[in-house]
């Protein structure tokens, strides 16, 4: 069981723009501006896609960003792509100074 | 460029321990934590703890508390994970990642697949 909870499916066609959802409590999301998002492809190692709630790293494209609202983050994937279908992660710090992930969301590209 | 290159896989009996180690190459070392994180086949992703390569100081998730073991040898900029008393369900890919102050997780190794079979 996951601390943070994620829809454990989501789709879209290509082109259109998707919200995965992350919820936790005050004591994660709701306590810091620290979400970070993953993608991973099967079979390899997760890769940052937006940290510190809506930041992006270098070399990740604009058609991903993140926001947050009291317990609840979210990942919005504008622009569809065929590439884009892949597992997503959210991650929270949290008062204990650990981290928690979300269960993870697969992203069907239609 | 910032690499992270975990060691091989490993086939372990029920109640062995199995350590796996996660050499960083292209920045300071003690400048940022390593995290370690695992996935069980067709599963989630789950924090087990990291160290402060600077000072060693650990945190692990309660979960893990008394079975794992954080260390690391800052002469070859190596972190190891040690967990004990291994069981199946202990049968995941373990993953190093460089971890920043804010918790995020920037750079990751390739994984480690560690399965536990009588």
């Known amino acids: 069981q996951s601390v943070l909870t994620q829809p454990a499916s989501v789709s879209g066609s290509p082109g259109q723009s998707i919200t995965i959802s992350c919820t936790g409590t005050?004591?994660?999301?709701?306590?810091?501006?620290?979400v970070s998002w993953y993608q991973q492809y099967p079979g390899k190692a997760p890769e940052l896609l937006i940290y510190?709630?809506?930041n992006r790293p270098s070399g990740v494209s604009d058609r991903f960003s993140g926001s947050k609202s009291d317990n609840t983050a979210s990942l919005t994937i504008s622009g569809l792509q065929a590439e884009d279908e892949a597992l997503y992660y959210c991650s929270s710090y949290t008062t204990s100074t650990t981290l928690v992930f979300g269960g993870g969301t697969k992203l069907t590209v239609l | 460029q910032v690499q992270l290159v975990q060691s091989g896989t490993e086939v372990k009996k029920p109640g062995a321990s199995v350590k796996v180690s996660c050499k960083a190459s292209g920045y300071i070392f003690i400048y940022y934590h390593i995290h370690w994180v695992r996935q069980a086949p067709g599963q989630g992703l789950e924090w087990m703890g990291r160290i402060n390569p600077h000072t060693g100081d650990t945190k692990y998730a309660q979960k893990y508390q008394g079975r794992v073991t954080m260390t690391r040898d800052t002469s070859i900029s190596t972190a190891y994970m040690e967990l004990s008393s291994l069981t199946s369900d202990d049968t995941v890919v373990y993953y190093c990642a460089r971890g920043k102050a804010t918790g995020f997780l920037d750079y990751w190794g390739q994984g480690t697949l560690a399965t536990v079979s009588s």
């Open positions: 510190d709630v809506t």
């Open positions: 005050d004591s994660d999301v709701g306590g810091y501006k620290y």
